[in-house]
């Protein structure tokens, strides 16, 4: 009988569930102080003692004074003193200024002055001459004055030219605003564009259109260059074109190899 009664108490025991060790509150505490520094929402200031709350404090209203110096969206000035109110609107002055000059999209004439109105004006008619002289973003002509609108001619002109040097025909080239010069001036580029293909074995080479020196100076860079990838034993190496002569014409038939160029 007591052997059962020793042994319902040890069953007891270990049923029992073990004892749980209590959270240290102060490791708590210090998590709850730095989600309430860090402006958390699971801040709970019903934690923190008084010289806690006063730097929680003093810290949200620093980082509301650096949202609103740079014009974040979540800015409020309630909670900012005098002085930083004084600051923020200064910047915000400085800021809407620059947006106006910069022809951004957020400017705010209303809060410019007469003087600042009138730097904003000459700012944009700037930013519209320097628009028609590149031809990028919005020209409006209308407010160019008539020796300005010859000046964009010629930066027009000038630029055309340039782009139908450089190849650009099929989509930006205009050759019908070139004159006699001009396109004598453009022939001769695009002839040179064509032997520098040639002369560098690209795809489009066309040989019929250059002149007899032309076609030996050709031959002679493809002989130069196939007896280079032959040496360095290239897989474009093109042994039947070693016994020609460096000034054959291209695609002429080599003379019937003798022994000893064979070796």
């Known amino acids: 009988m007591r052997t059962l009664t020793w042994l319902g108490f040890l069953l007891l025991l270990g049923l029992t569930p073990p ?35 006063k730097e929680v404090v003093d810290i949200a209203k620093n980082r509301m004074f650096h949202n609103c110096l740079y014009g974040y969206p979540d800015c409020s000035t309630r909670t900012l003193s005098a002085e930083q109110q004084q600051v923020i609107a200064h910047v915000d002055s400085d800021r809407n200024l620059q947006n106006c000059l910069n022809g951004m999209g957020d400017c705010n004439d209303s809060q410019l002055s007469a003087e600042q109105r009138q730097v904003v004006h000459e700012a944009a008619t700037v930013h519209n001459l320097q628009n028609c002289l590149d031809a990028t973003g919005q020209c409006d002509k209308s407010e160019l004055t008539g020796a300005q609108r010859q000046v964009i001619d010629q930066a027009a002109s000038v630029r ?6 450089e190849g650009f025909e099929v989509y930006q080239c205009n050759p019908s605003l070139l004159n006699s010069e001009e396109k004598t001036a453009l022939a001769q580029a695009a002839h040179d564009r064509l032997l520098q ?11 019929t259109r250059l002149t007899p020196q032309e076609k ?18 290239y ?29």
């Not at 293909?197 to 040989?207: P, T």
């Not at 100076?217 to 034993?233: E, I, T």
């Not at 002569?245 to 022994?259: M, T, V």
């Open 235 to 263: 897989d474009d190496c093109d042994r039947s074109q070693l016994n020609k002569s460096p000034r054959q014409p291209l695609g002429a038939k080599s003379p019937p190899a003798s022994s000893a160029s064979l070796r």
């Open 197 to 207: 293909n040639c002369l560098e074995g690209e795809k489009d080479c066309d040989l």
């Open 19 to 53: 004892p749980s060790f209590a959270q240290n509150p102060s490791a708590s505490h210090s998590e709850n102080f730095k989600s309430c520094l860090q402006g958390f929402y699971d801040c709970d200031h019903k934690q923190l003692t008084p010289d806690q709350q």
């Open 160 to 165: 055309n030219l340039q782009t139908c040097l």
């Open 216 to 233: 030996q100076d050709v031959a002679q860079a493809s002989y130069d260059r196939n007896l280079k990838n032959c040496a360095l034993g």
